[in-house]
């Protein structure tokens, strides 16, 4: 045998395209599915807006209590799933851990609304009155929401599909070269003719 055309004609090379398409085909979409599953979708999205309106709430809520810092107040995963409507893992995580972890926050970066998120925070932090909002809520963004966020709520998704893409290049790949391999051994040529 010396062309691809004279493998055809053999059962067994159809019988092991039949699995090679098989096992690329499942891998591909295994793939694909853990991608999806390790983005989080489909997920909890909060705008600015949203996310202060969520914060202010809390500092409502909080007004009156005598607990200096929210670091004293924790909660198990069942909690905030009961207390908050959010789906996360851990235990003894504070509001704004939960806040940050359950949801997909969009990016703030203009300092209207660094100022805003200051400004309610001092609602129920009174121990930060001396601090400018501006401060306050960049240091609070900073530490416990930034690294959760992301540039709008379409951000997660185009993720998702890079990553997707870049696993079925991976896998295409790979079984591009046992393909080539596979032709190497069985008819000597790494690009073998046709016919």
Request: proline residues 3%.
């Amino acid at each position: 045998m010396k062309t691809i055309g004279e493998l055809n004609e053999r059962v067994w090379h159809r019988i092991f395209k039949v699995i090679y398409v098989l096992v690329l085909s499942s891998l591909i979409a295994v793939s694909v599915f853990l991608v999806i599953i390790m983005n989080d979708l489909p997920y909890n999205y909060l705008s600015k807006d949203q996310f202060l309106s969520k914060i202010s709430a809390h500092m409502q809520e909080r007004k009156g209590t005598k607990v200096p810092s929210d670091y004293n107040l924790t909660y198990s995963s069942d909690q905030a799933r009961e207390k908050f409507g959010v789906y996360v893992y851990g235990e003894g995580m504070t509001y704004f851990q939960i806040l940050a972890e359950g949801y997909k926050l969009e990016n703030i970066t203009d300092n209207k609304t660094l100022d805003k998120l200051g400004a309610i925070l001092k609602t129920g932090y009174p121990q930060y009155k001396d601090m400018a909002n501006l401060e306050l809520g960049k240091r609070v963004w900073n530490k416990e929401f930034k690294k959760n966020a992301y540039g709008n709520k379409f951000t997660p998704v185009i993720n998702m599909m890079k990553y997707s893409i870049v696993m079925i290049i991976i896998w295409l790949f790979a079984f591009e070269v046992i393909k080539r391999s596979y032709y190497y051994v069985s008819l000597g040529k790494i690009f073998p003719p046709i016919k």
